[in-house]
């Protein structure tokens, strides 16, 4: 049995579907990021586990324990919000000791576990400050501290790192993720940033409309994902729609393109192609899956260059996208109106298991 186990779980809220016929299983020690757009579902997800709402049908299963009905008090977890819920009027230690106090734990051992969890989350000797007076990032590991102070077995994360800064949010999904794996708790976060999903999670759930998209690993999100939502969703996708020529080429336009899949000759197909993937070729000269295209947007982001493509010879077919690093592009004329060839290896074309 998983150490959380989630069957059939259901929640509306008058005629609107938050959840609909949720399953999910979750592992000990488990780091698992429930990742989709706003209004899909996985922050109602969290709370019913929490319960802090009560879902209308289903079973939630913790360590063997079923607390579908009971009420948070009673279920075994430490969460941590998005707006880190410190209490303004207490000071670091009493924040970090809340939780125990409720327990009447001894003064000692009690002031002993909150200098270990300031340990922990690297902020020893604060714990005389006010909340007011820390940096955002800084009272989010107070938050986190208090959440780990009475050793869940269960750490919930409701968008922890949101309200942060670009660099600040960086640093503190490494020092989370580091300090999840240092304790093995099993932990569930809630995130609508992608590349936050992809750098904390063991697995990544992708929800929409309340209902679980596909569950997988960083990578086998990325790279295979089961429909169009999921390529499109997580990071940038171009989705082609051609019809198989035979069981090895795709029409595309004017264009012939190989793909190593086994295509149903005849067939409508929708496919995904990352930007990454797409080749630059140093001349004009044709090549297997190679097609001239014109640019006509270029957006440089430091490292690498987001590129807007037309196919010259596909004629009503959408642009594509492609990213070029900007080493590779050094020295090139990749500006709007010019001419370049590109390539698309066969095996980077990937059919969605739906039909276009």
Same mark, same amino acid.
């Given at each position: ?5 989630? =069957? ?32 899909? %579902? ?5 709370? *019913? ?13 913790? *360590? ?10 009673? !279920? ?68 986190? &501290? ?26 503190? !999904? ?11 708790? =099993? =932990? ?29 690993? /960083? ?5 295979? /994902? ?60 044709? &090549? ?13 982001? %430091? ?8 196919? *010259?010879?596909?004629?009503? &077919?959408? =642009?594509?996208? &492609? ?26 074309? !990937? ?6």
């Amino acid at each position: 049995m998983a150490h959380l186990d989630i =069957t059939a779980l259901g929640k509306r809220y008058g005629g609107f579907i938050a959840l609909d016929q949720v399953d999910l299983a979750i592992e000990r020690g488990e780091f698992v990021v429930l990742l989709g757009p706003s209004g899909c %579902g996985k922050t109602t997800l969290l709370r *019913a586990i929490a319960g802090l709402e009560r879902q209308d049908e289903g079973r939630i299963v913790h *360590a063997g324990r079923d607390i579908s009905d009971l009420p948070p008090g009673q !279920r075994d977890y430490g969460i941590v919000f998005q707006s880190y819920a410190l209490f303004p009027n207490l000071d670091v230690g009493r924040n970090v000791a809340y939780g125990l106090e409720s327990g009447r734990s001894e003064r000692a051992a009690l002031r002993q576990r909150v200098q270990d969890m300031l340990q922990l989350v690297g902020l020893p000797g604060s714990e005389h400050k006010y909340p007011s007076q820390l940096s955002g990032g800084q009272q989010q590991r107070i938050a986190l &501290a208090r959440a780990l102070a009475t050793r869940p077995d269960l750490l919930l994360l409701d968008e922890p790192l949101s309200a942060l800064d670009a660099i600040e949010r960086v640093r503190l !999904r490494g020092e989370i993720r580091a300090l999840q794996q240092r304790l093995g708790v =099993t =932990t569930l976060m809630v995130t609508h940033d992608q590349e936050e999903a992809l750098a904390m999670a063991d697995r990544v759930v992708v929800m929409r409309a309340g209902r679980i998209q596909q569950v997988g690993d /960083p990578q086998a999100i990325y790279r295979q /994902p089961h429909n169009s939502f999921v390529a499109d969703f997580i990071g940038r996708s171009n989705l082609i729609e051609a019809t198989a020529r035979d069981s090895r080429s795709l029409q595309f336009g004017d264009l012939t393109l190989c793909c190593a899949a086994d295509l149903q000759p005849g067939r409508p197909y929708r496919f995904s192609l990352r930007p990454e993937d797409i080749r630059l070729h140093d001349g004009l000269e044709a &090549a297997e899956n190679s097609f001239l295209v014109q640019v006509e947007h270029c957006e440089f982001l %430091g490292a690498f260059s987001l590129v807007t493509l037309r196919p *010259a010879a596909a004629a009503g &077919a959408p =642009t594509l996208v &492609a990213q070029f690093s900007s080493n590779y592009l050094a020295g090139r004329p990749v500006v709007p109106g010019s001419m370049l060839r590109i390539g698309i290896p066969p095996e980077q074309l !990937r059919p969605m298991p739906e039909a276009a």
